[in-house]
Structure formats: C-alpha cells, structure tokens
C-alpha cells in the first residue's frame, strides 16, 4: 500500500516536472505561448472544478482583445480560451453522473434550429468563392452555439446567474475603464479621435457597453446589504456610459435611446425608476456633449451622410442578397465576393472600401443576410427572438412568484439584449462572443424560473 501511494505521489510529481520543463522551453521559443499555456492549463483545471466559475473567467476574457495573439486574430487569446471552455465542458459532462445539461431534452426543437444553422453554415461553403475565408467565422459560428450547452450546464441558480452577469459587467467596466485611461486612438478612416477600449473598434466598445449599463444598474437595484457594492455598480455604469461617450459611436447612441425606450416600457414595477434613469442618462449626454465635447467630436455626433462608406456598403450587400436571394454568397465571404457586386447602375462615393479595403457589411443582419441567404437569415433570427421570448417568460414567472430581484434581473436583460441588437443594425457583430452569451441566458434563466416555480407548487 505505501509502496502504491509512493508511486502515485512520484507519478504526479514526474507530471509536473514535465509541464515546468515544457513551459520552459516554450519561454524560451516564445514568452507569450509559454503565459498562454500556463493560464490556459489554470483555467482547465478550473472548469473542471467548476463550471460556473470557468463561464464567469471567460465572460471576462471576451472582453480582453487587447491581450496579445497567438498567431493571427483566428488564434486570439479569447478564442483559445473559448475552445478551451468547450472543451472542458464536454469533459465533464461527459464524465459527470448526473445530468447537468439536459438541453436537448428540454428544448427538442431549439437544439434543431442550433444544429442546422452551423451546418447550414458549413454546406454554404461549398459554393462560396473562398472556402479559405469562411473557415474562422465556421468556427466561431459552432463555438457559440456550443455556448449555449455550457451555459444551460453552467447556470442553474440564481447565483449562477448573477454570478455570470455581474461578469460581464466586470469585462464591461475593464473595457470601458482602459478606454478613459488610455489616449483615443486616431484610425485613418475616422475623422475624429475614439476611443476603442480592450476591443480595438470603437462601434463594437459601444455596443457592448449599453449590455453593461443596464446590467450594472440592474444588479445595484438588487443589492440589498452592501451599500459599498451598490455605490462599486453604480460607478460601473458611469464608466460605462462616459466609455460610450469617448467612443463618439452614433450607431451606440441612438442603440443607448432605443433602450433606454425599451426599458420604459420593459420595466413594469419598476417604470418610475427606469424613467428616472432614463432622465438621468439623458440629461448626462446634454452636459458631456454640451460642455465638455470639443467641436470635432460634436460634429462627428452629429453629422450623418458625411461619407463614411457605411450607405455605399449596404448598397453592394442589398445587390449580393438580390443576386443569391436563398443561399447566399457563403459564410465569412462578405468582403471577398462584395467587389462583384460593384459595377452596377448607381453611383457609389466610397468605391475604395469595396476595392481598396473590403469591409464588411456594417450590418449584422444584413451581412448574415448576404452571406447565408434568407435561411441563414432566418435561422440566425429565430435564434435571438427564442432567447428573447425565454427572458420574457422567465421575467413573468418570476413575478408571479414574487421574486423581485430575479424579475429585475431578467427584465434588465432583456433592455440590455434590446440595445445590444439595436446597435448590431450599424456594425458587423455577428460574432460577438458578448452576444451570445447574453441570448445563452435566455433558455438558462426560463430554467431556473420554471425550477423556483415548481419548488414552490411542492412547498
């Protein structure tokens, strides 16, 4: 017996002389794969542990772009992680005696529209004219409706719940708060300085910020017993808002009115607060753009139509879903097939982003639209209003059940979805690890709605 457990200890031992040998020589290499391994192998070792708590690390890793690359944007530092999460998930549900996930069961239908979508997805490739470029956006197709499994395995209480929002706030406020603290970032093609916080674009900063806004608000309302952490979430979704401020994002702007519209009417019980709210970001904006904006960034704000490219881009993506109605042009060849696309009737101001620097859509919908056709496009769709739905009735079982704080909560997801998608209608954003992570919510919060409804039917 001791001889075995000497063995044992020696084997462990052997193994984690082997792991310190390997991530030396791959310091040496290159010191960047020697950190990504070591927190790659960390956060494994986590999620096995502890599902909820790996969801939670990389609900804020999606918001860390800055992080360095490991060869390229398709091998991101939040990408790896991603694949790892999945790859955790899988082991331990695999291996688990009771049934975490039982998704498939309890949403038959759903899982059908996930699966064809990604393999509608991968059958688009086929006649796509670069199968090349449709590889990565496949990927990131697959790894986020696989969010949705892990997060149905992961939340299964309100804990989890709030754990998993309070998150994303937390990558929200890393976000936003790098934006304040470092310069604004001055690109060719903007006519003013803006900021782009931890994710390198200044529309995409915006858009998730709305998401943190609210939820920040959201989980303040139902803090109950820190007054500390209450004051903490109330600065958040101050940082948040001056982030969307500095990232002079008219596309984020007009997402932020459309909910804080939507929270109005969204917030039930709680209408006079979120008019409140609304009155307060409102008269917030005045003053920012009123006093402490320079003319340049006014002007950016509020000037449409100045030849941004992003009218003459819809006009080449409206003529690609004109010519391949149904299928599309293919997954991710948006910006390799949009030159096709471009001699035809009808002046364009901005050829050279279509020739020069091909963009995409700047259109989420719009660019799902053109690449995988009106199926693509429904399917992509039905997935969002199937997590929105989920939310809704979530939000009212929780009030019948007089569970206020999780009825706040749920109704603040569904503004901050609302803001999300609006903001999608003038960027790209398909992919956004923060959006689908957000509809992943969706089907886990109507769970354990419908779980606190049938505990109290048996108390």
């Not at 391949?324 to 471009?342: A, D, K």
Request: charged content about 15%.
């Amino acid at each position: 017996m001791v001889a075995r457990i000497d063995l044992a200890s020696r084997t462990r031992l052997a193994l984690v002389g082997l792991v310190a040998v390997a991530l030396g020589v791959a310091a040496g290499v290159d010191p960047r794969i020697a950190v990504a391994a070591a927190i790659g192998l960390a956060f494994v070792v986590l999620v096995i542990g502890d599902l909820t708590i790996g969801l939670c690390l990389f609900a804020v890793v999606s918001f860390l772009d800055v992080l360095p690359n490991l060869g390229g944007s398709a091998f991101s530092f939040s990408k790896i992680v991603g694949l790892l999460l999945a790859i955790s998930w899988f082991a331990k549900v695999s291996t688990a005696d009771d049934s975490r996930n039982d998704f498939l069961a309890e949403h038959p239908g759903f899982t059908y529209v996930l699966g064809v979508f990604v393999a509608f997805a991968a059958l688009s490739l086929t006649w796509a004219e670069s199968k090349s470029a449709g590889a990565t956006p496949l990927m990131r197709y697959a790894l986020n409706v696989i969010l949705f499994l892990i997060v149905y395995s992961a939340v299964k209480t309100p804990r989890d719940f709030k754990w998993t929002v309070g998150a994303y706030v937390t990558g929200a406020m890393l976000a936003a708060g790098y934006g304040l603290v470092t310069p604004p970032q001055t690109v060719t093609y903007y006519e003013v300085s803006r900021a782009t916080g931890t994710l390198g674009d200044p529309n995409q900063l915006a858009a998730v910020l709305i998401g943190g806004i609210v939820l920040a608000a959201a989980l303040a309302a139902t803090v109950k017993r820190s007054p500390f952490l209450r004051l903490m979430l109330i600065g958040v979704a101050i940082v948040c808002t001056l982030g969307i401020f500095l990232t002079l994002s008219r596309g984020g702007l007009v997402a932020l009115g459309f909910a804080l519209v939507t929270a109005v009417f969204a917030a039930g019980r709680w209408r006079i607060q979120a008019i409140a709210f609304v009155v307060v970001l409102g008269v917030t904006a005045l003053l920012y753009f009123g006093f402490a904006a320079t003319p340049d960034q006014i002007a950016r704000v509020t000037s449409f139509g100045n030849g941004s490219g992003r009218q003459d881009i819809w006009t080449v993506g409206w003529r690609m879903v004109q010519a391949h109605p149904v299928r599309g042009v293919g997954v991710g060849n948006f910006q390799t097939s949009s030159i096709h696309y471009l001699l035809q009737p009808g002046a364009l101001q901005r050829a050279d982003l279509i020739v020069d620097t091909p963009k995409v859509a700047h259109n989420t919908y719009l660019n799902v639209l053109a690449e995988e056709g009106v199926i693509g496009a429904a399917l992509f769709v039905s997935i969002i209003l199937f997590s929105l739905v989920s939310i809704l009735r979530a939000s009212r079982i929780f009030e019948r059940l007089g569970d206020a704080s999780m009825e706040l909560l749920s109704r603040g997801l569904l503004v901050a979805l609302a803001g999300i998608l609006a903001a999608d209608f003038f960027i790209s954003d398909e992919f956004s690890k923060q959006l689908w992570l957000l509809l992943a919510l969706g089907p886990a919060l109507l769970a354990i709605a419908r779980s606190a409804a049938a505990e109290a039917e048996r108390t």
